[in-house]
C-alpha cells in the first residue's frame, strides 16, 4: 500500500512543528580556561563554525592557547549536543574523576587525551580535541594521534575531535576509534552557537522538542494503519515534509523494538541520528 503525504500549511511554513522551549540544567563548564574565552567575546554572535575557526586562529600566542579554545568549544558541545555522541556526564581534563582514572588507566598531558564522557548507555569514551588552522591534516607521528590511541587504549571506546577533515589512516585503523571533522561542525547554525555561549555563561541552556505537524498526523495514522493488515508499506513524501522524525514517531506509536535503516551515504546517517536522539526526549 502506498501512502503519499503532500507539503500542508502556507508556502514557506516548516513542515514540523516545536514545542516551547524546554529549560534544562546540565553539567556547569569545568575547563579552567571557559570564563577567560567567555569574557573575552570569542563565543559572541557566531553565525557558523568557520567564524569561530577564524576567531581561534585569530587568537595571538602559542598553539596550547588556540587548543584551549577549542577544547572549550568541545566541552560545551559535548554539554549542549548530547544526541550527536550519547555523552551524558562530559569531563575535561583533570576533573576526570578519581575512580574512572584508575579504571581506565589514564594519564593526563598536553600531547593526549583531553578528556572522559560517559555515554548515556553507561559507557566511558576518552576524547582528544585537536585544532589545526587552515584544517591542516592530523599525522599519526607529528601530530601525536599514537599518544591518544596508546592513553585510551582501555576505554570503551575513543573519540577524536577535530576541525580538520582528514586524518593519518593509522588512526582509522584502529578499533573503537571515532573521527568527529570539521565538515560536521559545518552544520551548525547561529541557534546552536548561541545555546553553546548560554551554557558557558550560565550552565543552562534550552532544548525545542520537536511534534508533528496535521498533515504529518495523518501520515503516522496511515502508515499505523498500513500495518495492521500488511507486513510492509511505501510512504512518499516530498522533500521538506519531515520524513526522519515521521519514521521516527511512528516507530514510537508502534513500540518497535529494533529498526533496521538504509541509506546511501554516511552524512545521511548522521542527520538521521542526530534528529531522531534530539526528539527522543533521552536526553532532557
Known amino acids: 500500500m502506498e501512502i503519499v503525504v503532500s507539503r500542508g500549511g502556507e508556502a514557506g511554513q516548516e513542515s514540523l512543528g516545536c514545542l516551547p522551549c524546554q529549560a534544562f540544567t546540565g553539567m556547569r563548564p569545568i575547563h579552567p580556561e571557559s570564563q577567560s574565552f567567555l569574557e573575552s567575546g570569542l563565543f559572541d554572535d557566531l553565525t557558523s563554525f568557520a567564524d569561530l575557526e577564524s576567531r581561534i586562529s585569530a587568537i595571538p600566542g602559542e598553539g596550547k592557547v588556540k587548543g584551549d579554545a577549542f577544547e572549550v568549544f568541545v566541552e560545551a558541545y559535548l554539554n ?9 556526564q562530559v569531563w575535561p581534563g583533570a576533573s ?7 579504571r581506565f588507566a589514564l594519564t593526563f598531558d598536553d600531547n593526549g587525551i583531553d578528556g572522559v564522557y560517559r555515554t548515556v548507555l553507561g559507557e566511558y569514551h576518552g576524547y582528544q580535541a585537536k585544532f589545526r588552522s587552515g ?3 592530523l599525522s599519526w607521528g607529528k601530530d601525536r594521534l599514537s599518544n591518544f590511541i596508546g592513553q585510551t587504549e582501555r576505554c570503551d571506546h575513543r573519540v577524536l575531535i577535530a576541525n580538520s577533515d582528514d586524518i593519518d ?3 582509522l585503523q584502529r578499533d573503537h576509534f571515532t573521527h568527529v571533522k570539521g565538515s560536521f ?14 551554557w558557558l555563561a550560565g550552565g543552562s541552556t534550552t532544548r525545542r522538542r520537536m511534534v508533528p505537524y496535521p498533515q504529518q498526523e495523518t501520515a ?5 494503519q498500513t500495518f495492521e493488515s500488511y507486513n510492509r508499506a511505501k510512504v512518499i513524501m516530498a522533500c521538506g515534509t519531515g520524513k526522519t522524525l515521521v519514521a521516527l514517531w511512528t516507530a514510537e506509536r ?3 523494538k529494533n529498526i533496521l535503516v538504509l541509506v546511501p551515504s554516511l552524512p545521511l546517517l548522521r542527520q538521521i541520528l542526530r534528529e531522531w536522539t534530539s526528539s527522543m526526549g533521552v536526553f532532557d
Open 185 to 198: 561542525f559545518d552544520t551548525l547554525g547561529p541557534d546552536d552557537f548561541e545555546v553553546i555561549r548560554s
Open 135 to 137: 584544517r591542516r591534516p
Open 80 to 88: 549542549t549536543h548530547p544526541e550527536h555522541l550519547q555523552s551524558v
Open 96 to 102: 576526570v574523576p578519581a575512580d574512572v582514572v584508575e
Open 254 to 256: 508502534m513500540a518497535v
Open 169 to 171: 589512516a593509522v588512526a
Open 220 to 224: 503516522i495514522d496511515g502508515i499505523i
